[in-house]
């Protein structure tokens, strides 16, 4: 199956792009609400089920054992901008646990976020693995180790109890099967498995309202989108996508982007879970995707709509800031309400 065109990028009056992609909108129960392209095929969501891969640190007690803040929570779940506030943050979780950064496997890299990476630069120093957009998902899972007393070391392995834990919290939000057929390495060095889109939608369906879930992972879902809902600057950073949508619509969305065009998102009071792929993996074209889903899905006035328009409708801007053209949402995407 050829996904379709979702996604046209103008320039002027033509287009001068398209991307192809496919994604679902899926209840708790399986049933599809929207579905375009292959659905079924597997594809690595990387950074985009972080949320899920927060889950044992918080539904195991770790997260209350080290007394971790709700902003800490959120950084488990994020891939930030590592800003001052991110590196600090890492570093005070590390630290509850009684660890530093050299215990983090995450490698090194400058920092996402433009100011950041400038500011570091300035200062004469070199990106430590604090400044890995991941830090915080791997102080996470030093915390997780070190509270249930497991070896800190190799922590990113697959035959460490920290990713055991992981892999079957994934299998049972979204209940793929992951096996070594699907298992690869993600850029950060843990195992990145390949799921269906519409077993992820369904994993975040299911996350947004507890349904299938045993209690405890349900609270611990619960707990984790209060989190970010509460600081979406801990998610990703000033200026960014998953930040300023969760900014701008509160608890009403949880919204998480993925390595290689991938998005996926939960609307708690629809009980909706959304995920998306762009073939290319062009991160433009899934939050084209992403945004227009969740403006047309999620209830909103007139003004709360209009807010949303430009995240599903961004314009294209040359050096001077001279608007140049747009992305919009093409078939079967297209006659969203406007």
């Known amino acids: ?126 990106p430590s693995p604090l400044h890995n957009n991941c830090s915080g998902k791997h102080a996470g899972f030093l915390c997780l180790a070190c509270a249930s007393g497991w070896a800190s070391k190799g922590y990113e392995q697959a035959a460490h109890p920290v990713q055991r834990a992981v892999k079957a919290a994934i299998e049972d939000v979204t209940g793929a099967a992951l096996g070594e057929d699907v298992c690869a390495t993600d850029g950060c060095s843990i195992p990145t498995y390949a799921v269906p889109l519409r077993a992820l939608a369904l994993g975040f369906a299911r996350l947004a309202t507890g349904a299938g879930l045993a209690p405890r992972r349900a609270a611990a879902a619960k707990r984790i989108f209060a989190a970010a809902a509460a600081n979406p600057a801990m998610v990703a950073g000033e200026g960014r996508f998953d930040t300023e949508v969760m900014r701008l619509c509160g608890a009403r969305v949880f919204v998480k982007t993925g390595a290689e065009g991938v998005y996926c998102a939960a609307l708690p009071e629809l009980g909706l879970g959304l995920a998306v792929k762009a073939d290319d993996g062009a991160t433009r074209a899934a939050q084209t995707m992403i945004a227009t889903l969740i403006r047309r899905f999620l209830p909103a006035d007139g003004e709360d709509r209009a807010r949303l328009g430009p995240f599903a409708a961004p314009i294209v801007r040359n050096w001077n800031g001279i608007a140049v053209g747009s992305l919009r949402p093409s078939a079967p995407l297209q006659g969203l309400p406007a």
């Open 1 to 126: 199956m050829s996904n379709p065109v979702v996604v046209e990028v103008m320039r002027g009056a033509r287009v001068e792009s398209r991307h192809r992609g496919a994604g679902a909108v899926v209840d708790a129960d399986g049933a599809v609400a929207l579905m375009f392209g292959e659905i079924d095929e597997p594809v690595f969501p990387r950074s985009a089920v972080k949320a899920l891969q927060s889950l044992p640190l918080v539904e195991s007690g770790a997260a209350d054992a080290l007394r971790l803040s709700e902003a800490e929570i959120a950084l488990a779940c994020a891939s930030h901008s590592g800003a001052a506030a991110h590196v600090e943050t890492a570093a005070a979780m590390l630290a509850k646990a009684g660890l530093d950064a050299s215990s983090l496997a995450c490698g090194a890299h400058w920092p996402l976020g433009e100011d950041a990476s400038r500011a570091l630069a300035r200062s004469g120093q070199a």
